[in-house]
């Protein structure tokens, strides 16, 4: 099963951009749908965007869409979440997790394989 490492977060302006990736270990990456989830502190983890296998298909949260992107390159291993005109609420640790489909697993956040999360804080 793949192992994944996310990267990209940090300290931003409302209104500013960040760019997350996820790399992802072993041969099986392109066989796994991916999604990002984020938790705030005192809420529960909640789901943000997903692309299937392929790419060819992707679902966003209704709070992020027009305004995050999830992509990925499977010659890379690595699943990325563009996140444009950030805002304060957007504020939390972001995880990137795999699942063999894109579905109510994923979305819910129930099982899969997870990575460490890495923290945005977007400032007003």
């Known amino acids: 099963q793949v192992q994944l490492v996310e990267s990209g977060g940090g300290l931003v302006q409302a209104g500013g951009s960040l760019r997350l990736s996820c790399a992802a270990s072993?041969?099986?990456?392109?066989?796994?749908?991916m999604g990002w989830l984020r938790q705030a502190p005192g809420k529960e983890r909640e789901f943000v965007a997903g692309i299937i296998k392929g790419g060819g298909s992707t679902v966003y949260a209704d709070s992020v869409k027009g305004r995050f992107t999830i992509s990925r390159d499977n010659a890379k291993n690595t699943v990325y979440l563009q996140m444009n005109s950030l805002k304060p609420e957007d504020t939390g640790v972001y995880y990137c997790?795999?699942?063999?489909?894109?579905?109510?697993?994923?979305?819910?956040?129930?099982?899969?394989?997870w990575g460490q999360g890495t923290q945005v804080t977007v400032s007003s």
């Open positions: 997790a795999a699942h063999k489909t894109l579905g109510v697993p994923l979305i819910t956040g129930v099982g899969g394989v």
């Open positions: 072993g041969r099986t990456f392109s066989s796994y749908a």
